[in-house]
T-cell receptor, first 112, second 112 residues
């Protein structure tokens, strides 16, 4: 069965620092990739899509490396409000019950 | 904005009760999902539906059933609730074709 692996953390990072974490996936047929953010006791919400060319949204940069089968998320100038769990999501081509696979999440704590 | 609505935020049920969790989405999405989320275990897929009356088992279907009589509504049924079904239940929906999923706000179910 395909898997999506993330370091669960927690990552304890001082405010203003840059933090990066990766997510590896095992199925090379994976088609689409996303990072979701989940706050405590809330539902996951889309943070950003991930493309091979990389994409940036303000302080956040996401990258896909298809050859090595991982995606990454970089957060620059981290804020206290960035504290959350970050879930990577991989969607298989063709969808189906296996189509949407979540990593277990990386817990990030930004410290003042 | 896409809206995925779960019928209850918090629910307390007794062991042996039949429990219905309802999920409604307003964007004509083909795919709908039920997950449960437990600390350290991440999101685990219970059932998936890709069309009306169509369903596929996920990773942990035992003790659960689902119903999708209308495209917008996907119900999760606990036939006889047990204490090990105490969890956060999340419903999600998406279009087919490898696109992002939208989540409901979650139902925190406690079985006593």
């Amino acid at each position: 069965r395909k898997e999506v692996e993330q370091d669960p953390g927690p990552f304890n990072v001082p405010e203003g620092a840059t933090v990066a974490f990766n997510c590896t996936y095992s199925n090379s047929a994976s088609q689409s990739f996303f990072w979701y953010r989940q706050d405590c006791r809330k539902e996951p919400k889309l943070l950003m899509s991930v493309y091979s060319s990389g994409n940036e949204d303000g302080r956040f940069t996401a990258q896909l490396n298809r050859a090595s089968q991982y995606i990454s998320l970089l957060i620059r100038d981290s804020k206290l409000s960035d504290s959350a769990t970050y879930l990577c999501v991989v969607i298989l081509k063709g969808g189906g019950a296996d189509g949407l696979t979540f990593g277990k999440g990386t817990h990030l704590i930004i410290q003042p | 904005d896409v809206k995925v609505t779960q019928s209850s935020r918090y629910l307390v049920k007794r062991t042996g009760e039949k429990v219905f969790l309802e999920c409604v989405q307003d964007m004509d999405h083909e795919n709908m999902f039920w997950y449960r989320q437990d600390p350290g275990l991440g999101l685990r897929l219970i059932y998936f539906s890709y069309d009306v009356k169509m369903k596929e088992k996920g990773d942990i279907p035992e003790g659960y059933s689902v119903s999708r009589e209308k495209k917008e509504r996907f119900s999760l049924i606990l036939e006889s609730a047990s204490t090990n079904q105490t969890s956060m239940y999340l419903c999600a929906s998406s279009l087919s074709g490898g696109v992002r999923a939208f989540f409901g706000q979650g139902t925190r179910l406690t079985v006593v």
